[in-house]
């Protein structure tokens, strides 16, 4: 070529010349300063969404431990209710349509030693996050997290000592039927009289005898035993090896019985609740009175007789309860039995004062008797209404329940 042609200056200037290099390297680099400006966005939203899900595994880690510990929920339970915890911890962040539940893994391990108790819980969300669109430009959609947090949780169990008297009505109204049929006997025979016919042998008019069937129900005295087996049974679950309950009763119709002493376990005083037959009017003054007497006796050294059995087999002193049941209203003194209701109100008075718990039951009772055992129930927590053999049932239900909580105490 001619190096004359090299020298043509218009050549020379077109070769010369650079103001086109800002454009050209504008667009090469405009999708990476794109990408640059999008990851810094997304990283601090990384870091963000991060720092929110390690929050929630945490705490949701802790409230399942804890929940564990307490008895709140089941170990079955356990995954359910940390997935739970995580995904409402974290409702107020995800986008919508992301469904962390079934992206949480939950392991619970338990642990026993002797009478100890501990779970390792741990809790591992993770989660799809949608990036920024500058993100987006340079060809990325998501951004993967995850994160793990591990609990440990438990509970010490620690035994403590009871002692309850029960005392219970077993007057005449006690044998009428409740509403509740019998579940393992549901109907009976009976026999009426029928086809009345004119008897000419002995110019009278007579009736014939038929038999008949009818629902069966129970009485309420059936319905205490029930109940009062309930109750036993809860406290024997509570104290397998009769170690820390001492339980005794007492039942009364216008007369007090001879009670079932105080006794480790519930075996003497379930044979004795069983044993009861109704009869005869209601007057619990005495009652009531012989089940405070027998939780605070005092020994031949004056000290109180039943803290110091207790203190001999497990060093505690007891707790004390008296459970008091009626269906009725005191009667059949000259003043329509209101002496009795002062008597006995006298004796609750003195136990409360004493610090025995006093739990009342009114089994369809009158007004007059409500308004009595409302009166000597420790609170209103400790007084129940039960107006069917339902309501007798849960109501030693929930007497059974806080003691057995008192037997079994967890200590986290």
């Known amino acids: 070529m001619s190096t004359s042609f090299l020298q043509n200056p218009c050549l020379r200037r077109m070769l010369g010349d650079r103001g086109g290099n800002f454009g050209i390297m504008t667009a090469i680099l405009l999708p990476v300063l794109f990408g640059a400006a999008g990851m810094a966005i997304q990283v601090g939203d990384m870091l963000l969404s991060k720092q929110q899900l390690q929050e929630a595994a945490d705490s949701a880690a802790l409230a399942t431990a804890t929940a564990l510990a307490n008895g709140t929920i089941s170990t079955a339970a356990a995954e359910t209710f940390a997935r739970n915890f995580v995904a409402g911890q974290m409702a107020n962040y995800l986008q919508s349509g992301t469904d962390i539940k079934n992206t949480t893994s939950v392991g619970v391990q338990t642990k026993t030693s002797g009478k100890s108790t501990s779970y390792e819980v741990t809790v591992s969300p993770s989660y799809d996050l949608a990036v920024n669109p500058l993100m987006q430009a340079v060809g990325f959609s998501t951004q993967h997290l995850s994160t793990s947090s591990t609990t440990i949780g438990g509970h010490s169990q620690t035994q403590g000592s009871i002692s309850m008297f029960l005392a219970l009505d077993k007057s005449g109204s006690m044998g009428d039927p409740t509403a509740t049929v019998n579940a393992d006997d549901p109907t009976e025979t009976f026999t009426y009289d029928c086809n009345l016919h004119y008897n000419s042998k002995n110019n009278k008019w007579v009736y014939d005898k038929c038999t008949g069937s009818r629902a069966n129900y129970y009485t309420k005295i059936e319905a205490l035993k029930i109940a009062a087996g309930n109750l036993f049974g809860q406290i024997t679950s509570a104290d ?49 009175s012989t089940a405070y007497t027998s939780l605070t006796a005092k020994n031949a050294a004056g000290n109180d007789a039943e803290d110091a059995i207790h203190k001999q087999k497990t060093g505690q002193v007891p707790k004390k309860y008296i459970v008091f049941m009626t269906d009725g209203d005191n009667n059949d003194d000259s003043r329509g039995g209101r002496s009795y209701d002062t008597l006995t109100k006298s004796t609750c008075d003195t136990a409360k004062s004493k610090g025995i718990e006093i739990y009342t039951i009114a089994f369809m009772a009158p007004e007059g008797g409500q308004a009595l055992l409302h009166y000597c129930a420790s609170d209103d927590a400790h007084y129940f209404q039960a107006e ?25």
Request: net charge positive; charged share 10%; aromatic share 8%.
């Open 388 to 412: 069917k053999m339902e309501d007798l049932l849960a109501a030693f239900k929930a007497i059974g329940a806080k003691a057995s909580a008192q037997l079994t105490r967890l200590t986290n």
């Open 240 to 288: 397998p090896n009769a170690e820390y309950a001492r339980i005794g009763a007492v039942s009364y119709d216008i007369n007090q019985y001879t009670p079932s002493s105080l006794a480790w376990g519930t075996a003497a005083v379930s044979s004795y609740v069983n044993a009861l037959q109704s009869g005869g009017g209601t007057n619990s003054s005495g009652a009531v």
